[in-house]
């Protein structure tokens, strides 16, 4: 029989079908519901890629606090995937939560500011070194308005992505390279527009490419995550960042650092930890406790350029906009969330528990010789099915396998620990206990040695 990554096929095989068993008979109500979500709701969930979990059915979630959730039938788990980081620092966290309280009939949306906005910017400023910042609904948003600062500051038509990036539903960032040529992503829909004609494309961790990419002198950004974390992790190779600065001002081309992801890195986000110098940042998902709402900020001298921009066009619409961003009731979240939430102390809980973690998977994938690795991003670690860390993208994309992810997902998912369904990311936050730690590893080494002796 075939092996999958040190795994025989027909032991994936046979645990995977009594896992989805398993998890279909422990969940009546769910099953109940997911069929009656099935009349009203196109393919029976209110967001397409909530199937994306490869459970037999959507487990319907019916509360969830701190560091864990309880789904409709009762189930208790722990929760690693928190989100995928919308929930970072926990699940409704106490301060966010009492200010939505407070300003729940205070009024929620008047195309007004608030004070806290102004309060806001300052802890923006504090966290991550950036003067001045802008609110929007969605990282995607945030990634979109910055994207066009660039474009409207320099001239330039074209920005630049990493191989394997992702930054929301942002369509020139819809690339991928393949045989070094730019291509669309497999699978998108209504693509109209030719999209590489707008984006470049070159592997992270490669400066050579980079350069040759930008000696033309029409990239108007570079768009980047510090480290990459949507293919799974891939960090940055010691002077990458450097380079990647050193480049982008010789060609002048701004650089775009998106921390959505790697906030996890440390207080301040990777950008604060290892000294990086955006002209542009953007963080999202968990920046208002998990209210949809996310910031961009700017350097001083994009500011003045931008000012100067706006000031030669005739008023007009920027094509910057969403009614609902930065309305009171979620710039109260968020300055609650920056002020008593996102904080060094939360940060000093959750670093030491994600290397025990880390380490614990370490140890597991050790024990039974596997040649998987596993790597780590301050709160966020990743494991992967290659001997050792991939470099970049195309590296990485082979260190997913869809099937072995399934079945250890199902698995955990089983025992009360769920990760993030897309790879095998987990996360710990501020209110993650060591015992969800140790059920973790424990369980997913039971898994590894049912999955080594035969899976049935
Ligand atoms: N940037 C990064 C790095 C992301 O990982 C994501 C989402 N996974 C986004 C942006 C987009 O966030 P949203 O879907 O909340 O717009």
């Excluded at 906005?117 to 991550?128: N, Y």
């Excluded at 002048?252 to 604060?272: K, N």
Aim: charged letters at 20%; glycine letters at 10%; hydrophobic letters at 45%.
């Amino acid at each position: 029989t075939e092996l999958i990554a040190g795994i025989r096929a027909d032991a994936l095989a046979a645990l995977t079908a009594r896992e989805r068993a398993r998890f279909a008979a422990g969940r009546p109500r769910s099953r109940e519901l997911a069929e009656a979500a099935r009349a009203v709701l196109l393919d029976g969930v209110p967001m397409h890629w909530m199937l994306d979990w490869g459970t037999p059915f959507p487990l319907f979630l019916e509360a969830a606090r701190g560091a864990g959730f309880t789904d409709v039938d009762g189930h208790h788990y722990a929760d690693f995937c928190l989100g995928d980081t919308g929930a970072m620092f926990g699940h409704s966290p106490e301060p966010v939560a009492a200010a939505i309280r407070a300003r729940a009939d205070r009024g929620l949306t008047a195309m007004l500011p608030t004070a806290d906005a102004i309060a806001v910017g300052r802890l923006l400023q504090e966290a991550f070194g950036l003067p001045y910042w802008q609110v929007a609904t969605t990282a995607s948003d945030a990634n979109r308005f910055a994207l066009r600062v660039a474009r409207a500051v320099t001239g330039r038509p074209r920005i630049l992505v990493f191989n394997g990036c992702y930054h929301g539903a942002v369509d020139e960032t819809f690339v991928r390279l393949r045989d070094g040529r730019a291509v669309h992503r497999p699978g998108l829909l209504g693509q109209a527009a030719d999209l590489t004609t707008l984006a470049r494309v070159v592997e992270f961790n490669d400066l050579d490419a980079l350069e040759a990419a930008l000696r033309d002198g029409d990239v108007a950004a570079v768009i980047t995550e510090p480290a990459l974390t949507n293919i799974g992790i891939v960090l940055p190779e010691p002077g990458f960042h450097a380079g990647l600065r050193a480049l982008t001002r010789r060609y002048g081309t701004l650089l775009l650092i998106d921390e959505t992801h790697t906030i996890s890195t440390g207080y301040g986000g990777y950008t604060r930890t290892h000294g990086l110098e955006p002209d542009l940042f953007v963080l999202g998902k968990p920046i208002a406790g998990g209210l949809p709402a996310a910031v961009w900020g700017c350097s001083a001298e994009v500011a003045t350029r931008l000012r100067a921009v706006r000031a030669s066009v005739d008023g007009g619409h920027s094509g910057m906009g969403t009614t609902l961003s930065a309305n009171a009731f979620t710039l109260a979240a968020m300055r609650a969330n920056l002020e008593a939430v996102m904080t060094p102390a939360a940060y000093a809980r959750m670093l030491p528990l994600a290397t025990r973690l880390a380490d614990g998977i370490a140890g597991v994938i050790r024990a039974r010789g596997l040649p998987w690795f596993i790597t780590r991003l301050g709160a966020r670690a990743e494991f992967g099915f290659l001997p050792t860390p991939p470099r970049n993208g195309t590296e990485a994309a082979h260190a997913s396998i869809h099937a072995l992810e399934h079945a250890l997902h199902l698995y955990l998912l089983n025992r009360g620990v769920l990760i993030t369904p897309f790879h095998n990311m987990t996360l710990v936050c501020p209110d993650t206990r060591s015992e969800d730690v140790e059920r973790l590893v424990a369980t997913l080494g039971t898994c590894l040695d049912e999955l080594l002796a035969g899976g049935g």
